[in-house]
């Protein structure tokens, strides 16, 4: 048998250097809070103004749609540009109750949860918002048969902390900031900033838009300039660095799994790690969101890719990678690659060549430096597993004979007690 060696040389890294490096973060894109916007009743400034600024500025909101004002006859195909141009459609009832005095809460919430969906089938409806941010345990407890969360009013708040989940309960009472012409921009810019100071999730209402050189009246309830609201998108915008601007539904969908979610090591070689990312939520169409991971570098260690059932994409900052990764979505393989080594940084083993000999099955390493007693070889596939398919045969002063039958790409680890290597050699044809 031919062999034939390719070689690269690589430093050789600890398990213990890779085992626990891997931290979800709290919010997408390692942001330190989460904004929402959200519109209520699809009153009738609502898409014309709106579906401007979620293609221009691409920002995302949550529109909250009351049936009985869904009466233009191409209200669904508003409703589906604007899903997807990236917003969100969520239920707000169909005739504006207060639903803790409704004797008919399926009509109200679960009716309007099947017709939302019939008409809208490129998106699923999630969340709910309470009209007047009415509601007890009865109006919850017939909102969580079909949605994920539900969102409340509260007319002044100073807190936005990160745990503001005690129990599953108050996904169906998320706090939020009604924003109108009292609480204005500077309102506005203050909740978002607590949010950021306290790592939570900022979610802010608004209600009719109106302009005066439109042909858009719209001054259904506590309306709002497209100037002014339009100002508040921009401040918005530049807080995008620190703040995840998203829809009311990915919000939670990112606060649940994370919370309920679990990243553990299975295996770590040199050349991969690999780890299992699952969480306790037993719906996982509904619940796939990417959750942002971030990997702490060892020393001179670099990453050549990650994968998670197709290749994913990562940056490098600071000594940390950072990619996203679905929970129960397969085993994330992290492929490593070492920094190669000079000539200066090696000691006993400097200038190792490696020459096969055709026909027989033998190569002889050799090193310009003696080898001692103590020098060893191991062999590893490229998934990192140790190969014991070979032999060695003699080891004289600057010389190793090694036997093996094994065919393709392996990574060979030489060391004595100064130094370990890695080559990566090829053998057979």
Same mark, same amino acid.
């Given at each position: 048998?031919?062999l034939?060696?390719?070689?690269?040389?690589l430093?050789?890294?600890?398990?213990?250097?890779?085992?626990?490096?891997?931290?979800?973060?709290n919010?997408?894109?390692?942001?330190?809070?989460a #904004?929402?916007?959200?519109?209520?009743?699809?009153?009738p400034?609502?898409?014309?103004?709106?579906?401007?600024?979620?293609?221009?500025?691409?920002?995302?909101?949550?529109?909250?749609?009351?049936?009985?004002?869904?009466?233009? +006859?191409?209200?669904?195909?508003?409703?589906?540009?604007?899903?997807?141009?990236?917003?969100?459609?969520?239920?707000?009832?169909?005739?504006?109750p207060?639903?803790?005095?409704s004797?008919?809460?399926?009509?109200?919430?679960?009716?309007?949860?099947n017709?939302?969906?019939?008409?809208?089938?490129?998106?699923?409806?999630?969340?709910?918002?309470?009209?007047?941010?009415?509601?007890?345990?009865?109006?919850?407890?017939?909102?969580?048969?079909?949605?994920?969360?539900?969102?409340?009013?509260?007319?002044?708040?100073?807190?936005?902390?990160?745990?503001?989940?005690?129990?599953?309960?108050?996904?169906?009472?998320?706090?939020?900031?009604?924003?109108?012409?009292?609480?204005?921009?500077k309102?506005?810019?203050?909740?978002?900033?607590?949010g950021?100071?306290?790592? @939570?999730?900022?979610?802010?209402?608004?209600?009719?838009?109106?302009?005066?050189?439109?042909?858009?009246?719209?001054?259904?309830f506590?309306?709002?300039?497209?100037?002014?609201?339009?100002?508040?998108?921009?401040?918005?915008?530049?807080?995008?660095?620190?703040?995840?601007?998203?829809?009311?539904?990915?919000?939670?969908?990112?606060?649940?799994?994370?919370? +309920?979610?679990?990243?553990?090591?299975? +295996?770590?070689?040199?050349?991969?790690?690999?780890?299992?990312?699952?969480?306790?939520?037993?719906?996982?169409?509904?619940?796939?969101?990417?959750?942002?991971?971030?990997y702490?570098?060892?020393?001179?260690?670099?990453?050549?890719s990650?994968?998670?059932?197709?290749?994913?994409?990562?940056?490098?900052?600071? @000594?940390?990678? #950072?990619?996203?990764?679905i929970?129960?979505?397969?085993?994330?393989?992290?492929?490593?690659?070492?920094?190669?080594?000079?000539?200066?940084?090696?000691?006993?083993?400097?200038?190792?060549?490696?020459?096969?000999?055709?026909?027989?099955?033998y190569?002889?390493?050799?090193?310009?430096?003696?080898?001692?007693?103590?020098?060893?070889?191991?062999?590893?596939?490229?998934q990192?597993?140790?190969?014991?398919?070979?032999?060695?045969?003699?080891?004289?002063?600057?010389?190793?004979?090694?036997?093996?039958?094994?065919?393709?790409?392996?990574?060979?680890?030489?060391?004595?007690?100064?130094?370990?290597?890695?080559?990566?050699?090829?053998?057979?044809?």
């Amino acid at each position: 048998m031919k062999l034939k060696f390719i070689i690269i040389s690589l430093i050789f890294s600890s398990l213990n250097a890779f085992s626990q490096q891997l931290e979800i973060a709290n919010w997408f894109g390692n942001k330190k809070s989460a #904004t929402v916007f959200t519109f209520d009743d699809w009153s009738p400034g609502q898409y014309s103004f709106l579906s401007t600024v979620a293609t221009n500025k691409q920002l995302p909101f949550s529109v909250y749609v009351t049936i009985a004002n869904a009466w233009q +006859s191409d209200a669904y195909n508003k409703m589906s540009t604007m899903i997807n141009a990236g917003c969100e459609i969520g239920n707000h009832t169909s005739s504006h109750p207060q639903l803790t005095n409704s004797s008919n809460l399926k009509l109200e919430i679960r009716d309007v949860y099947n017709e939302l969906n019939r008409l809208l089938p490129n998106q699923k409806v999630t969340t709910l918002a309470y009209p007047f941010g009415d509601f007890n345990q009865r109006v919850i407890d017939s909102t969580k048969i079909l949605h994920i969360a539900a969102r409340t009013v509260d007319s002044s708040l100073n807190n936005w902390g990160y745990n503001f989940v005690k129990t599953n309960n108050d996904y169906y009472k998320i706090p939020t900031q009604e924003v109108n012409y009292f609480v204005g921009t500077k309102g506005m810019l203050k909740a978002i900033n607590q949010g950021i100071e306290n790592g @939570g999730l900022v979610t802010l209402m608004y209600h009719s838009i109106y302009s005066f050189s439109s042909n858009v009246y719209d001054f259904w309830f506590d309306p709002i300039h497209i100037d002014t609201l339009n100002k508040m998108f921009d401040l918005a915008l530049e807080k995008r660095t620190q703040t995840w601007v998203t829809t009311l539904s990915n919000a939670v969908k990112y606060h649940k799994e994370k919370n +309920s979610a679990t990243l553990n090591l299975i +295996s770590s070689t040199y050349a991969l790690n690999t780890y299992q990312l699952t969480d306790t939520l037993s719906d996982n169409n509904m619940f796939n969101h990417p959750l942002t991971l971030n990997y702490t570098l060892g020393n001179d260690e670099n990453i050549d890719s990650i994968v998670q059932k197709q290749k994913l994409t990562f940056t490098k900052s600071n @000594g940390k990678i #950072t990619f996203n990764a679905i929970p129960d979505g397969g085993e994330i393989k992290m492929y490593k690659q070492s920094k190669p080594v000079g000539i200066a940084d090696k000691t006993t083993l400097s200038t190792v060549n490696i020459y096969p000999n055709p026909g027989k099955g033998y190569a002889y390493i050799q090193s310009d430096a003696a080898f001692d007693s103590n020098v060893s070889i191991k062999i590893f596939d490229l998934q990192g597993l140790e190969i014991t398919d070979f032999e060695i045969e003699n080891v004289n002063t600057n010389t190793i004979k090694l036997k093996t039958n094994i065919e393709g790409l392996y990574f060979l680890k030489l060391s004595n007690l100064q130094s370990s290597e890695i080559y990566k050699i090829k053998f057979g044809e």
